[in-house]
């Protein structure tokens, strides 16, 4: 079968968005409905026998069972006739957006289909990541028409506490308290920033790092929520970015208040670079 690498395909980046409720993640997975298996499966439908091999998706960030996306990317890599095939008779690559959304549930969106430079990879040439976690913490906001997005709190939390505990957490650093172990993977990440805010009385999270691990996001705002309610002390946040573990002090935050908004990536003349330096180890300082 034909590659970028040597000549006979080409790489399609997807830009996407979803509703994770109904998804189990985005990684696919016997017996589950998920983001990445929904697609693949719509994107073998419509190449048919055009390729030798199923298209086979790479995504910038393996969103959790429940998380939702308005700013996902992927790429694809497909022969010219699995191109063809996708697009349609007298379509270009435009076409395969509007293809693959008719193919999927109402719950999936392809905003954007376009061909990607030969270097561009999307997990490892992006050099951000950027989510929202949404909590109504008052009974007067809680919004019904937003309880799938919006973590309704059953307290009002201390935004002063919040903003206090994470004043400076931003910085690279062994983020191992906060994240899930997986064997072989590092947990230092760069984590650019992490604010908290009020929009129309609703407290906002944001964060923004060039990569995150597992349950990384939900566990940081887990512990925001946990010091916002006075179970963990503002300084506790500072010694824990310090530990060497996962720590069982705060649970994670459920799933559903957490949206991916954006992925950036360098100019195409820095996205080789890019992608080889997100697949060296990082290394705390």
Do not use: N
């Given at each position: 079968?034909?590659?970028?690498?040597?000549?006979?395909?080409?790489?399609?980046?997807?830009?996407?968005?979803?509703?994770?409720?109904?998804?189990?993640?985005?990684?696919?997975?016997?017996?589950?409905?998920?983001?990445?298996?929904?697609?693949?499966?719509?994107?073998?439908?419509?190449?048919?026998?055009?390729?030798?091999?199923?298209?086979?998706?790479?995504?910038?960030?393996?969103?959790?069972?429940?998380?939702?996306?308005?700013?996902?990317?992927?790429?694809?890599?497909?022969?010219?006739?699995?191109?063809?095939?996708?697009?349609?008779?007298?379509?270009?690559?435009?076409?395969?957006?509007?293809?693959?959304?008719?193919?999927?549930?109402?719950?999936?969106?392809?905003?954007?289909?376009?061909?990607?430079?030969?270097?561009?990879?999307?997990?490892?040439?992006?050099?951000?990541?950027?989510?929202?976690?949404?909590?109504?913490?008052?009974?007067?906001?809680?919004?019904?028409?937003?309880?799938?997005?919006?973590?309704?709190?059953?307290?009002?939390?201390d935004d002063r506490a919040i903003q206090e505990a994470f004043a400076d957490v931003a910085g690279l650093?062994?983020?191992?308290?906060?994240?899930?172990?997986?064997?072989?993977?590092?947990?230092?990440?760069?984590?650019?920033?992490?604010?908290?805010?009020?929009?129309?009385?609703?407290?906002?999270?944001?964060?923004?790092?060039?990569?995150?691990?597992?349950?990384?996001?939900?566990?940081?705002?887990?512990?925001?929520?946990?010091?916002?309610?006075?179970?963990?002390?503002?300084?506790?946040?500072?010694?824990?970015?310090?530990?060497?573990?996962?720590?069982?002090?705060?649970?994670?935050?459920?799933?559903?208040?957490?949206?991916?908004?954006?992925?950036?990536?360098?100019?195409?003349?820095?996205?080789?670079?890019?992608?080889?330096?997100?697949?060296?180890?990082?290394?705390?300082?």
């Open positions: 079968m034909g590659s970028v690498e040597d000549g006979g395909g080409v790489r399609v980046r997807l830009d996407l968005a979803y509703d994770g409720t109904d998804f189990s993640g985005w990684a696919a997975q016997p017996g589950r409905r998920t983001v990445q298996g929904v697609l693949e499966e719509a994107l073998a439908t419509a190449t048919g026998r055009a390729g030798q091999e199923p298209p086979r998706l790479v995504v910038a960030g393996r969103t959790d069972a429940g998380v939702h996306a308005s700013g996902q990317v992927a790429h694809v890599d497909l022969t010219r006739l699995q191109l063809a095939a996708l697009a349609g008779r007298g379509g270009g690559v435009d076409a395969v957006a509007r293809r693959l959304t008719g193919m999927v549930g109402a719950d999936l969106v392809v905003h954007r289909a376009s061909i990607a430079p030969r270097d561009f990879d999307a997990r490892f040439s992006a050099v951000f990541r950027r989510y929202r976690y949404r909590v109504a913490d008052r009974l007067e906001l809680h919004d019904p028409l937003q309880r799938a997005r919006t973590l309704h709190h059953p307290r009002p939390l650093h062994d983020f191992a308290a906060f994240c899930r172990p997986r064997p072989g993977a590092t947990t230092v990440r760069d984590l650019r920033s992490f604010a908290w805010r009020r929009e129309r009385g609703v407290l906002v999270a944001e964060v923004l790092a060039d990569a995150f691990c597992h349950h990384m996001v939900r566990a940081l705002v887990g512990a925001g929520l946990a010091v916002g309610v006075g179970r963990l002390p503002p300084g506790r946040i500072g010694e824990l970015l310090v530990a060497s573990s996962r720590s069982g002090e705060f649970a994670l935050a459920p799933a559903h208040g957490l949206t991916l908004v954006e992925v950036g990536y360098p100019a195409e003349d820095g996205l080789a670079a890019q992608a080889e330096r997100a697949r060296a180890r990082r290394e705390a300082v």
